[in-house]
């Protein structure tokens, strides 16, 4: 197994657990977000606003794309929307790597996922977009995961152990 892949909604702990999760297995964390920021030198809210959705998305396969290929295992930190595409769908799918969907209600979606700044979708009415979404694209981390770890009212701690079960 070379890779272990988070994805899941907005708001569901990727980031949080991913940092926990790495550190255990002593593996670097690859978050796509971070990787196209680091790429294009802009943040995720300027390529929205200055470029569209559509290019961040074609940015968002590449990154993943490119994570996966890495030969060093990693943890990947896969933004909430790279199940989008079905080319990310296929890539996680065929890929050496565990994909792990972290499954949040809508309800703790809503508090957690209003914190950052780099969610430019949830700038008008975050609550309905999420909930949307959430129906839109609970399939779609159904089709990609391997396993599927509830976050619902448990610890981090807890989820972190259950991601390395
Ligand atoms: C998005 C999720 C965000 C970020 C962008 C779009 C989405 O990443 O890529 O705001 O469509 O779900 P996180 O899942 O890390 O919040």
Do not use: C
Request: proline share 4%; aromatic share 4%; hydrophobic share 45%.
């Amino acid at each position: 197994m070379t890779h272990l892949v988070l994805v899941g909604m907005m708001g569901a702990g990727k980031t949080t657990v991913g940092k926990q999760v790495a550190a255990r297995l002593g593996w670097p964390l690859l978050d796509s977000d971070h990787l196209i920021e680091a790429a294009t030198g802009r943040t995720v809210r300027e390529i929205f606003r200055d470029e569209g959705e559509a290019a961040f998305r074609a940015l968002e396969t590449t990154a993943l794309i490119e994570a996966l290929r890495r030969t060093e295992p990693a943890v990947i930190a896969a933004a909430g929307g790279v199940v989008l595409r079905d080319e990310n769908r296929e890539a996680l799918r065929t890929a050496d790597a565990r994909v792990v969907w972290l499954k949040a209600q809508p309800d703790v979606l809503v508090e957690r996922a209003t914190r950052g700044s780099h969610r430019p979708l949830l700038d008008d009415d975050p609550e309905g977009t999420l909930r949307r979404m959430f129906h839109e694209r609970e399939p779609l981390y159904e089709e990609v995961a391997d396993a599927i770890v509830s976050v619902d009212h448990r610890t981090i701690a807890d989820v972190v152990d259950a991601v390395l079960r």
